[in-house]
C-alpha cells in the first residue's frame, strides 16, 4: 500500500473507528439513560458497519462475503433508526419500534439465509442492495418532518438551540452519507471521508457541550419534566388566556411573558411551562400568531392604511418583524395576502 493509499485508509477508518466509540459511549456510558440515546447508539453502529465493509472491501477485495453481506444488510436499519431516534427526541412520545426494525430484520436475515451474497451476487447488486438504498431514501425523506421545524427557525432568523444544531448535523449527515453511497460506487474511500467528517462533527459537538451541565447528550434541560401544574391554575391559565385574547392584550407591542403572567396572576415560569406542554410553543410565537390573524382582518378591512401602519396597528414593534412572522404563518407577504384577497 503505497503513502497515498494509507493516508486514505486511514481517515476512512479512523471515521468508522470513532463512529463506534460514540456509539458504545452513548449506549453505555450515558448518565441519562433514555430511549433516544439507544436508538442514536443503534444509528451510529450501523453506519460503523457500513462504513467498515466498504473500507475494507476497497483495500482487500478478498473480503469474506458473509462480510459484505453483514455491511450491505446494515443499511436496512440505518433509515428506521434514524427515523426513531428523530421522532424520539422532537415529539416525546412512546414509539412502537418494533414496526420498524423487526420486519425488516427479518426480512434482511431471510434474504441472507435463502439467497446468500457469496452464491447470489448478481441479485444482492441488482435487486436487494438498491431495495435497501431505497428503503433508507423513505426513511430519510419521511424523517424531514421532524427537522422541518427547525429549518423554517433559520429564515426569520430565530435563535436555534443546541438540541435544534444536533438534530440537523445528524439528519443532513446520514443525508449525505446516503448521497455519497449512490454517487460513488465502490469508491469506499470518498465514502470513509465523508463519515469521518461526519462523526468527526460530533465529536467536537461532544466536547464543545460536555462541560455544560444544562444540556445532556445535546438535549436541552428539561425545565418542567415531573413537574405537573395543578388542575386549577391550568384552568385560570385557559380561562385567562381567553380573556386576555378578547380583550387583545396582544395587541400590545410591550407586553411580554413577565406582563402576560402578572395579568393572569400566575408564575413566570409556569405560564411558560403551560406554553411548552400544553401548546407546544414560545410565548412568543403565541403571540405573534395572534397578531398576524389580527394583521389579516385589517388587510380585509382597513384598505385605507399602509401595509406597513397594519403591522403596527396589529401589535408589532417593526416593519421587519411584521414582515417576518407573517411570512413564517402565511408563507405570503402581506401584500401578496392582500392581492390575493381581491385588493
Not at 460536555?210 to 385560570?236: C, P, V
Not at 381567553?242 to 407586553?255: A, G, Q
Request: include cysteine; charged fraction near 20%; glycine fraction near 4%.
Amino acid at each position: 500500500m503505497n503513502f497515498e493509499d494509507q493516508i486514505i485508509f486511514f481517515f476512512s477508518a479512523l471515521g468508522a473507528f470513532n463512529s463506534t466509540l460514540l456509539s458504545l459511549y452513548f449506549a453505555i456510558i450515558a448518565k441519562k439513560k433514555k430511549f433516544s440515546n439507544y436508538f442514536l447508539a443503534l444509528l451510529l453502529f450501523m453506519l460503523s458497519i457500513r462504513i467498515i465493509k466498504s473500507v475494507f472491501f476497497y483495500f482487500n477485495p478478498q473480503l469474506s462475503n458473509i462480510f459484505i453481506q453483514i455491511g450491505l444488510s446494515a443499511c436496512i436499519l440505518i433509515g428506521p433508526f434514524l427515523f426513531l431516534y428523530l421522532k424520539t427526541i422532537t415529539t416525546k412520545k412512546k414509539i412502537d419500534w418494533k414496526i420498524h426494525i423487526i420486519p425488516f430484520l427479518i426480512g434482511i436475515t431471510a434474504l441472507g439465509i435463502f439467497y446468500p451474497y457469496v452464491e447470489h451476487r448478481t441479485v444482492w447488486s441488482k435487486w436487494i442492495v438498491k431495495g435497501i438504498y431505497f428503503q433508507w431514501l423513505v426513511y430519510i425523506i419521511i424523517s424531514f418532518r421532524f427537522v422541518k421545524s427547525i429549518i423554517q427557525k433559520i429564515k426569520p432568523k430565530e435563535r436555534l438551540k443546541n438540541i435544534d444544531f444536533w438534530l440537523l448535523s445528524v439528519y443532513f449527515g446520514v443525508s449525505f452519507i446516503w448521497l455519497a453511497y449512490n454517487i460513488g460506487a465502490y469508491t469506499s474511500y470518498i465514502v470513509g471521508a465523508l463519515s469521518f467528517s461526519f462523526v468527526l462533527y460530533l465529536i467536537v459537538l461532544l466536547i464543545i457541550f460536555k462541560n455544560n451541565k444544562q444540556t445532556t447528550f445535546f438535549e436541552e434541560k428539561e425545565k418542567y419534566q415531573n413537574k405537573d401544574i395543578e388542575e386549577y391554575t391550568l384552568t385560570k391559565i385557559e380561562t385567562g388566556l381567553l380573556k386576555t385574547v378578547d380583550r387583545e392584550l396582544f395587541l400590545d407591542p410591550n407586553i411580554n411573558l413577565a406582563k402576560m403572567a402578572k395579568e393572569l396572576n400566575v408564575p413566570k415560569h409556569i405560564l411558560s411551562q403551560y406554553m411548552n406542554d400544553r401548546l407546544n410553543k414560545s410565548f412568543s410565537t403565541f403571540i405573534n400568531e395572534l397578531r398576524v390573524e389580527k394583521a389579516k382582518e385589517f388587510l380585509r378591512t382597513k384598505t385605507n392604511l399602509t401595509i406597513e401602519s397594519i403591522g403596527y396597528e396589529s401589535g408589532f414593534n417593526s416593519k421587519s418583524t411584521f414582515f417576518t412572522a407573517f411570512k413564517k404563518f402565511t408563507e405570503q407577504t402581506p401584500s401578496e395576502y392582500q392581492k390575493n384577497i381581491g385588493f
